[in-house]
Every structure is written in structure tokens, then in C-alpha cells.
């Protein structure tokens, strides 16, 4: 098994300090280590279930990190090491405090291709309905011809799509009464223009596949329809998906206090996102948080950094 490490170093003008950033993939370990140039810093480990996740979380760090910093890759030394068993889901490696990977890395059930289809057979029921009240009342205004029965069809079909996917409900009646929602790539609710522009591709997948695109989402890895994977969404459980969220909120909170207490207080984004598997996004956004709580209080280094402060651990 190859060994991936990648190290890059970091100068701070204002103290003169110099600091080092490693990160090193083994089998299924991620090891990140940082501190002063000269001493031996502070090394944490995250396990995972396989290479190509614990792979892919090791990119996500150091562009995360090289993005924060102003900093080059002044390094990059793959080597070749015997493979060491990682044992699951945690492992004692002198040195290193290890932890299981928090819950968001393990995405929450996909939608079930069966509640999809049950889900869409009510929709069309509902929208039919709507379709034939509309079109009886519009013919009854303009006289009754194919034109008018075909816009209202498409109308109804976008008015209801748009605004109920767009809606706090995150869903369709149907979806809704199945369990499922639909966010984007992010697990965030879609836009209004996001939202249409998913009904009119699958307007389109119907037309050009005559419907075989939804089978799609029978197949793919993430049950994505084709139009789910031409525009960036997916349909979760819902009741999975907000239990995964709150379980996620309660262990970043945990993460943050934690890591403050090791650092005598005062944390930045950067250091919290190296330390845990948490990202420099959710890093940012928590700690605001935090902060408009009255956790923790916001101050500007000498560097011209942002710190969050923690009272309770200042030493």
C-alpha cells in the first residue's frame, strides 16, 4: 500500500514565526499534523472505511488549508511503506489521539427508487386534478381547444414542481407523503431558479427518453435520476437526513469546545478545520454561531487574523 504525504511550510510576518503543515494517507488513515517549525507539533488521526474515502478526505484538507493560507506546496513525497491494519473503527497509534469520523462523512440514505416512483404517481394524481380544474376553467374563459389544455398542463406541472421543492417542505405532496426530500450537492434546500431548472431538464428527460431517465436513479450509486445528475441534486430520507443533521450539530459543538480547551481558548477556523473533520466552511459558519451565543467572543491578532475567543479556557 502506498504511502501519501504531502508537506508544506508557512511563514508569519508579523511574528517571525514559522509553521509546518503535514498530511500522510496510509490504507485507510488520514494523519495531519501542524505546528512550529522545530518541535513536533500536534498530530491527530481520522479513520475511515476505505482508501478512496479516506483519499478523497485528505484532498479536501489540503486544498482547504492551501486555500486559507498563503502559503506553496513545498513538497510532495509519496513513498512506499508496509501496509498497517487499521482496525475499525478506531486504532491506537502512539502519539496520536485517533477519532471515528463524525457522522457527515457517512451520507445520510439516499431516496429509495420505489418511494420515488410511489411519490410520483401521487404528484401526477394531484397534478392531474389541478390540470383538469385549471383547463375546465381557462376553456370556459377562452374557449376550449389543445393550445390552452397544453399550456395550463406545463403550468400547473412548473408551478407545482418550483414551489414545492423550493418550499421549506424541501418536497412534492408526494415526496412528502413518501418521506423524501430534495436539496442540492450541499444538502441545501434549492433556489427558486434551481428548483425550475430541475423540472425543465426532466421535461426534456421525458421527452427524449420517454421517461427511461427516472430509471436511472434505480442504478446510481446516490439514487440520482438523470436530471438529478445533470443538475446537482439529490432525494434523501428525510427522516435520516435531519437526523444526521442534528447529530452533526451536536458533535461539531462538542469538536469546537474541545479543541478550544486544547488550545488554551482561542481558536481560528484553520486550526479547527486541521484538528478535526470538520470544514473550513462549517469551521466559519459554527464558530460565527458560537459567537452570536456569546460562546465564544471575535478578536484580530496581530497578524490580522480572526480569532474566536473562549473565556471559560483562557489561560
Known sequence: MQTERIYWEES???????????????????????????????????IFDSNDEARRYAEL???????QLNT????QVPQHANKRTAPHPSVQIPGITAFNPHPALHEPPYGDFGKRAIATVIDWTLKGATWAAAGGAMTGVLGNNDQIWGITFFAVSAVYSVYFESSEYRATPGKRAMGLIVTDMDGKRLSIPKAFIRWFVRQIEYAVTGGLGVLVAAFTQRKQALH???????????????????????????????????????????VLTVETPISLDEANTELQRM???????????????IEYHFSDFLK
Open 72 to 75: 506553496s506546496l513545498s513538497a
Open 12 to 46: 508569519h510576518a508579523a511574528s517571525g514565526e514559522r509553521t509546518f503543515y503535514e498530511i500522510t494517507t496510509e490504507a485507510t488513515i488520514v494523519t495531519i499534523r501542524y505546528g512550529r517549525i522545530g518541535t513536533q507539533g500536534v498530530t491527530q488521526a481520522t
Open 228 to 270: 438529478d445528475i445533470i443538475v446537482g441534486t439529490l432525494v434523501y430520507s428525510k427522516a435520516e437526513f435531519e437526523q444526521g443533521s442534528q447529530v452533526f450539530a451536536v458533535f461539531t459543538e462538542k469538536a469546537i469546545l474541545q479543541a478550544a480547551q486544547r488550545h488554551g481558548g482561542i481558536l481560528t477556523p484553520m
Open 291 to 305: 459567537a452570536n451565543r456569546g460562546i465564544c467572543r471575535i478578536e484580530i491578532n496581530d497578524a490580522g487574523r
Open 61 to 67: 484538507k489540503t486544498s482547504e488549508l492551501q486555500g
